[in-house]
C-alpha cells in the first residue's frame, strides 16, 4: 500500500523560510507528477506548485520567486522551499502524487497535511 507522509511544517515569522517534505513509501509503484497543495480556513484548496517527473515545474502566481518545488526520484520524495513567507501562506499544506501501481492503475494519493503558521 502506498503513503505519503509529509514533514516539515510549523510556526515562523513573516519574512522566514520553511522546507516541507512528503515521501512515498510503498513497493511495486512508479510516480509520476507531484504537488503541493494548500488550504486556508475558509477557503478552497488551492494547487501551489507540481513538478512532472521529468523535472517540469509550475507555480501559482502567488508564490512565484518565493517558492520552489523540486523532487528526489531516488527518494521518491518532493520538497517545497518556501522562502519570504508572508501570513497569507498560512494553511494546511498538502502534497499529492499520480503513482502508477505495478504498470498498470495510476491513482492520486494524498499526504495528510502540514500546519503552516506565519505571523504578522
Known amino acids: 500500500q502506498v503513503q505519503l507522509v509529509e514533514s516539515g511544517g510549523g510556526l515562523v515569522q513573516a519574512g522566514g523560510s520553511l522546507r516541507l517534505s512528503c515521501a512515498a513509501s510503498?513497493?511495486?509503484?512508479?510516480?509520476?507528477?507531484m504537488g503541493w497543495y494548500r488550504q486556508a480556513p475558509g477557503k478552497q484548496r488551492e494547487l501551489v506548485a507540481v513538478i512532472s517527473s521529468g523535472g517540469w515545474t509550475d507555480y501559482e502566481d502567488s508564490t512565484k520567486g518565493r517558492f520552489t518545488i523540486s523532487r528526489d526520484n531516488a527518494k521518491n520524495t518532493v520538497y517545497l522551499q518556501m522562502t519570504s513567507l508572508k501570513p497569507e501562506d498560512t494553511a494546511v499544506y498538502y502534497c499529492?502524487?499520480?503513482?502508477?501501481?505495478?504498470?498498470?492503475?495510476?491513482?492520486?494519493?494524498w499526504g495528510q497535511g502540514t500546519q503552516v503558521t506565519v505571523s504578522s
Open positions: 499529492n502524487a499520480d503513482i502508477t501501481i505495478q504498470n498498470t492503475r495510476t491513482f492520486r494519493y
Open positions: 510503498g513497493s511495486g509503484f512508479s510516480i509520476n507528477a
